[in-house]
């Protein structure tokens, strides 16, 4: 069986921020993408554009199974692909920390003077511009969600309830369509790096449960 597992980051990381996930995971499939995608000063939309366009070049045709991760935006990411591109081979995708229904922090640092017209996908993620939850129209397509309660970043502490994992609320990490949700004991931006993390991903990639 010929498999493709596609890992994308959130917002300000790039590519070498999904090694880990990518290494957990070499023994189990054929392939893996990790692209590296413009989210500090490019819109959301151009991501989109360039994730699609790095999907294309592997011809996702050619695989008996497409399985995706995204870490917080990457996840909204992947949704709006598999929207846009809905793969009849896409198997299973996991959102991690993803901000399915905005971010508030996003929304505060949109009243700073020029952010954003310095820091685009910003608009992407506030809370206004994700009232509706992206779900891609795939059938047997298996959804999983891992969140965390780790307050573990100041803007967090500062800023968010305590049901939080330092840059996203437990109300927007967990989706509606996600079939299971799975915990981890580490705050957003160390879930990249994560072992328990990974083993999540892992798991659920390969089940379909964590």
């Not at 045709?61 to 793969?87: C, T, W």
Request: contains cysteine.
């Amino acid at each position: 069986m010929k498999t493709l597992a596609v890992m994308v980051h959130g917002f300000c990381k790039g590519a070498k921020d999904m090694q880990y996930w990518k290494h957990a995971l070499e023994a189990d499939f054929t392939e893996i993408i990790t692209p590296d995608l413009p989210t500090k000063y490019s819109s959301f939309e151009r991501c989109v554009e360039l994730l699609t366009e790095e999907i294309a070049a592997v011809c996702p045709e050619q695989y008996d199974g497409i399985y995706f991760a995204g870490h917080s935006m990457g996840g909204l990411m992947i949704r709006e692909f598999l929207k846009n591109v809905p793969l009849p081979n896409a198997k299973r995708l996991v959102c991690v920390g993803t901000p399915h229904y905005g971010s508030k922090l996003a929304d505060i640092a949109l009243l700073m003077p020029g952010a954003g017209r310095i820091w685009k996908p910003l608009h992407a993620l506030k809370l206004s511009a994700r009232k509706e939850l992206t779900t891609p129209e795939i059938p047997g397509l298996e959804i999983g969600v891992i969140a965390s309660t780790n307050n573990g970043h100041w803007p967090g502490r500062v800023f968010l309830s305590k049901s939080a994992d330092g840059l996203v609320e437990s109300f927007s990490a967990i989706a509606p369509d996600a079939r299971e949700v799975a915990y981890t004991k580490a705050a957003h931006v160390p879930m990249q790096y994560d072992e328990k993390t990974a083993e999540l991903i892992r798991n659920f990639l390969l089940t379909g449960k964590f």
